[in-house]
Nanobody, 114 residues
């Protein structure tokens, strides 16, 4: 069973940057489309970004387009989310997932606040 572990969250001021990582263990994720989602209390989990298994195609939610970049290193079995120009509305728990396999991480908290 593949396990996904996110890291890199924290508190950052508006306009700042964070880089999230999602490390997989117990199996390879190199052949899966990988996604990032986020959730705030009281709201549904929302899609943030996806990347194909080769990393040759990506897709972003309109709210993060131009500010966030998803990438992957299949040799390291890891997916990344570079988040720039962060806003208060980006606050939430960020999850990585291989939704085709129903693999989800436990999430990492991102708080954007001055």
């Amino acid at each position: 069973q593949v396990q996904l572990v996110e890291s890199g969250g924290g508190l950052v001021q508006p306009g700042g940057s964070l880089r999230l990582s999602c490390a997989a263990s117990g199996g390879t994720i190199s052949t899966y489309v990988m996604d990032w989602f986020r959730q705030v209390p009281g709201k549904a989990r929302e899609f943030v970004a996806m990347i194909t298994w080769r990393g040759d195609n990506t897709h972003y939610a309109d709210s993060v387009k131009g500010r966030f970049t998803i990438s992957r290193d299949n040799a390291k079995n890891t997916v990344y989310l570079q988040m720039n120009s962060l806003r208060a509305e980006d606050t939430g728990v960020y999850y990585c997932a291989a939704t085709s396999q129903n693999y989800w991480g436990q999430g990492t908290q991102v708080t954007v606040s001055s």
